[in-house]
């Protein structure tokens, strides 16, 4: 049985990845800052914490085989201010230096090491058209990628495997963009985004979480992995097509000015951004379930009107 680290356990990503591989008889560890604040009920999952001695994580490192690594403050809660990106930017990089460092004196050569990054990547130039061979953005967002990939390097003097995935929206109706924006297009406040042609680089949260597994069972797979969805949809074909879904109108576009004023330097990640294509993930022969927008909305309106039905 093929024993797995995941570090952010208790997000978005991290939970419907644990139920994920146990499901397919992986066993799964957790690292996490608080176990009392963690909602893990499955007892097969044992917990760390950061804060433990660090000659018992050391043993953790040397006890599994893959270690992913997801732990990061959200960027999408609160206006950012200089204290609030600061503790994105540090909540990635170190402890992903953290992790590096953990893995090299445990002195194991491991399977895997993948390390999660973001589309942010590339830049918020709405007209670029990014693989992953593009050349980096250069606003916060972009050097936080740059840096945080940068960490997680640390390891390959061990020749250690190392997977940078770069993810894009992720849509699940337990957290994340979708369920903030149900809300107002359900009680009729549905709208558009700043000017709409900025891009919405997506992917539906099955369809990562089943990459994270093709990527830990190819052992060709390394370097930078595009997490979206090939059928890419701006932000105007995704408000249109959301709204078709929940059969509500979609009438209004509010500014990219007021969307600056209300959220501030935040609304960077609503109102810009450019295309986004995996291309090395579909070379490796990755096939999504959820390609088409529409048939991935589907799934998970589904999902939410049978969980409170």
């Known amino acids: 049985m093929k024993k797995v680290l995941i570090t952010g356990i208790n997000g978005l990503i991290g939970t419907e990845l644990k139920n994920y591989l146990i499901e397919k008889k992986f066993e799964v560890f957790g690292l996490v800052r608080n176990k009392e604040k963690v909602l893990v009920s499955d007892s097969s999952v044992e917990l760390f914490e950061w804060s433990d001695d660090e ?133 009729f406040g549905g709208a558009i985004l700043g ?49 078709k879904m929940l059969n509500r109108p979609c009438l209004v576009r509010v500014p990219e000015w007021l969307v600056r004023l209300i959220i501030g330097e935040m609304s960077t990640l609503l109102v810009s951004g450019g295309q986004v294509i995996p291309k090395r993930i579909i070379e490796f022969g990755f096939q999504f379930n959820f390609e088409n927008l529409e048939s991935a909305l589907e799934d998970l309106l589904k999902r939410e009107s049978n969980r409170y039905s």
């Not at 590096?100 to 590339?122: P, Q």
């Not at 990459?211 to 701006?234: C, E, K, L, W």
Request: aromatic share 8%; proline share 3%.
């Open 55 to 187: 000659n018992k994580l050391i043993q953790l490192m040397k006890e599994v085989d893959v270690i992913v690594h997801l732990a990061g403050k959200s960027i999408a809660e609160g206006r950012w201010n200089e204290k609030v990106k600061t503790e994105i930017y540090e909540s990635r990089i170190k402890t992903t230096e953290r992790i590096a460092t953990l893995i090299l004196k445990s002195n194991k050569k491991h399977e895997l090491f993948l390390s999660a990054s973001a589309v942010g990547y590339y830049g918020m130039e709405i007209n670029k058209i990014s693989n992953e061979e593009s050349e980096p953005g250069n606003d916060f967002l972009s050097k936080t990628c740059i840096d945080w990939e940068n960490a997680s390097s640390l390891i390959d003097t061990k020749g250690i495997r190392r997977v940078n995935l770069r993810i894009g929206t992720v849509l699940s109706t337990n957290g994340g963009a979708l369920q903030k924006l149900l809300t107002p297009f359900k009680i």
């Open 195 to 243: 000017s709409g042609k900025q891009y919405f680089p997506w992917i539906h949260i099955k369809d990562l979480t089943r990459m994270i597994h093709f990527i830990i069972d190819n052992n060709r797979i390394s370097g930078p992995i595009n997490a979206v969805s090939p059928y890419q949809v701006t932000m105007r074909e995704f408000c249109k097509t959301l709204s």
